[in-house]
């Protein structure tokens, strides 16, 4: 197993802010459109944003983040980077 220190969380958080302006970039071009999609969007995007955190809570609650402040931070920054994978891999398909 990898070893998790700081190094790798400040490149885990870079890589992750990355990864969310590119998906920033793509919605916002859907909003720009202020259509009946750009409006499925918007709220599609909020609800997330809330499931999200209160799923990160349930995690952080349960020690499904581990019990170090490293372990707390790499289970955070995991557990958002799969939802803005997933955001990016459905915007670069509703783009085709």
């Keep these: 197993m990898r070893s998790k220190n700081f190094m790798d ?6 890589s992750l802010g990355l990864e969310a302006s590119s998906v920033i970039a793509m919605r916002l071009t859907r909003l720009a459109a202020f259509d009946a999609a750009a409006f499925v969007e ?3 995007m909020v609800v997330e944003k809330i499931e999200a955190a ?16 490293v372990s707390v931070a ?9 939802g803005v994978a997933k955001n990016r891999r459905r ?6």
């Excluded at 969380?9 to 870079?14: N, R």
């Excluded at 790499?74 to 799969?82: D, K, Q, V």
Aim: glycine share 16%; charged share 20%; no cysteine.
């Design 9 to 14: 969380l400040a490149f885990s958080g870079w």
């Design 42 to 44: 918007a709220r599609l």
């Design 54 to 69: 209160a799923q990160l809570q349930g995690k952080a609650l349960t020690g499904g983040l581990g019990v170090t402040p």
């Design 74 to 82: 790499h289970g955070s920054l995991a557990h958002y980077r799969a």
């Design 91 to 96: 915007l670069k398909r509703a783009k085709r």
